[in-house]
């Protein structure tokens, strides 16, 4: 008897580790990326600077990842300043933590390294990321990110013979330290010198193609300020994703990547074999900033010839067609096997309407930018830590309004409250005569409306309720308004920030504290046990 019962518990100690061990082969992957960051020559347009690398690299290493895994990424910081990275896209589920932003994250001291632990939780797509503290952008330091569908997920397209990152952006010659002095003195910058394309100036890049394949490029605009215009001679390009969204797939002679943005399209290598231009060129600008990369077909004996393509029209409603015509593939799986469309977001009730509107001005005769009358200024903790530890008097929730305040400008930490689980209507109203950009950490959102003008109550007789396209960057043409629905299903404290990026440093962003007064990891994650303290939470 005895015996018989001491091999019942045998079989019940192995079924249990079985078990165990199933939990443990189910668990979402891990993938350990070891960086160091150092200062270094490049070379982007042709003169000699100090950049930001990455493990010696400028631009920094790709992240190529599956929907659900971990990233495990240890950031060793050899520069003489602090140093922070954020993750423009991922959405940090539940961890707000590990944002990247200083509203949410101490910065990493020189000499001194941090590990960010997070999971590219149910997002697919094309993102990227970069240093997110003083004017380190303009540096380098930035790579794109690639988070594929899982394998067991239909894509709407067949899998393409290549995958490219195609990283653009306006650039100065000028350092960025030097830049960073002159937005302190309350200066304005000037234009940009160039373009850079993977960190190249005119015909330095090139990507090779085997005739008759199909690519996938991955397109960011990881710039400063300007919107990019980008198109391949001789060859169209269909549009497949919008920053985590597969959209409709339509056919583009060219496409306006505006500053922050990232697309997915794919190129046929259908013509003849030789190399053809890339070409980038600045849009709505008075001096035209233009650059080149190659498209080499592997068995090409005739380098490029003519001119680049021509870019489009400097008229707004060129643009602005095009970015209405971007909409959802809503018979296609996002990153769970449902389709994209089984979220119907246009039959939710909006229950609350925040409107913002960016201007520029003087404060002590100095050059700032605000959002509805507030110029942001950091506080002397990360706002993310206060909130957690209770510490009083780093930031006041209410801050900043739901509307547009006149036009006078104040300093001051701005937190806007909202409530976990509202379903809220966000209009940006630009009523200056640049083309804005406006990014909002933690989410996507539905882009529902976008338009010249002025905004009113009656514009949302044309917003589009059935398949908007769901992303995280969204352009405001000049003089005109552009509006998007969030589910704030993400608990933490989130940036919303201009990504025009003199403006995002001289005081055009906000936090928006999405807020339960329930605690539970169901909610948010607890702080993670490797955070770094500073400020008032130091110690």
């Known amino acids: 008897m005895r015996s018989e019962n001491g091999r019942r518990w045998c079989w019940i100690a192995l079924l249990l580790a079985l078990c165990m061990e199933g939990v443990v082969v189910a668990e979402d992957p891990y993938r350990y990326l070891d960086w160091r960051i150092t200062y270094g020559d490049i070379y982007p347009l042709g003169v000699r600077q100090q950049g930001i690398l990455i493990n010696g690299q400028f631009p920094g290493p790709d992240i190529h990842s599956v929907t659900n895994d971990n990233l495990i990424i240890n950031v060793h910081n050899d520069l003489p300043d602090p140093f922070l990275l954020t993750w423009n896209g991922v959405q940090q589920r539940k961890n707000s933590f590990e944002d990247g932003v200083y509203g949410t994250t101490c910065p990493i001291p020189p000499g001194q390294n941090f590990t960010y632990i997070m999971q590219v939780k149910d997002q697919i797509g094309s993102f990227f990321y970069f240093p997110s503290l003083q004017f380190h952008k303009a540096a380098g330091g930035f790579g794109g990110i690639r988070i594929l569908s899982r394998p067991r997920i239909p894509v709407p397209f067949p899998e393409p013979a290549g995958d490219f990152t195609i990283l653009i952006g306006d650039w100065y010659k000028t350092d960025h330290k030097v830049l960073q002095t002159i937005l302190d003195r309350g200066k304005r910058l000037t ?101 080149t990369a190659i498209l080499h077909y592997s068995n090409s004996r005739k380098t490029v010839s003519g001119l680049p393509p021509p870019g489009p029209s400097t008229d ?117 005569n640049i083309v804005q950009s406006w990014h909002l950490d933690g989410y996507s959102f539905f882009v529902v409306g976008m338009d010249v003008g002025r905004w009113s109550p009656a514009s949302k007789n044309q917003y589009n309720l059935i398949d908007a396209v769901s992303r995280c960057t969204t352009q405001v043409y000049t003089r005109s308004w552009t509006a998007i629905y969030v ?53």
Request: with cysteine.
């Open 316 to 432: 707004i409603s060129w643009s602005l067609n095009q970015a209405r015509s971007i909409r959802t593939n809503l018979t296609a799986s996002g990153p769970r096997p449902n389709p994209q469309g089984s979220y119907h977001y246009g039959q939710i009730n909006v229950t609350r309407t925040i409107r913002l509107a960016n201007h520029a001005g003087l404060v002590d005769k100095k050059q700032r930018y605000a959002v509805n009358g507030v110029s942001f200024i950091p506080a002397d903790t990360p706002l993310k830590l206060a909130d957690y530890y209770n510490i009083d008097g780093v930031f006041k929730v209410g801050s900043i309004q739901d509307k547009p305040a006149g036009r006078n400008i104040h300093l001051d930490t701005a937190v806007m409250g909202a409530d976990y689980r509202a379903f809220v209507e966000i209009v940006f109203e630009n009523r200056e």
């Open 191 to 291: 234009f940009p010198d160039g373009i850079q394309i993977n960190g190249l100036g005119r015909d330095g890049a090139k990507f090779t193609v085997e005739p008759g394949k199909t690519y996938r490029l991955r397109i960011s605009n990881v710039g400063l300020q300007n919107s990019l215009n980008f198109r391949i001679q001789g060859h169209k390009m269909t549009l497949v994703e919008v920053e985590g969204t597969h959209t409709i797939q339509t056919t583009l002679s060219s496409l306006d990547v505006h500053v922050g943005q990232s697309y997915s399209v794919l190129v046929t290598a259908d013509q003849t074999a030789q190399d053809y231009y890339i070409a980038v060129s600045s849009r709505f600008t008075t001096q035209i900033l233009n650059s």
């Open 487 to 539: 589910p704030l299903d993400n608990v933490g404290m989130w940036n919303l920030r201009s990504q025009f990026w003199a403006r995002q440093y001289l005081g055009q962003q906000f936090y928006l504290r999405v807020y339960t007064p329930v605690k539970s990891f169901r909610d948010e994650y607890p702080i993670p046990k490797n955070a770094l303290h500073c400020g008032r939470a130091k110690g």
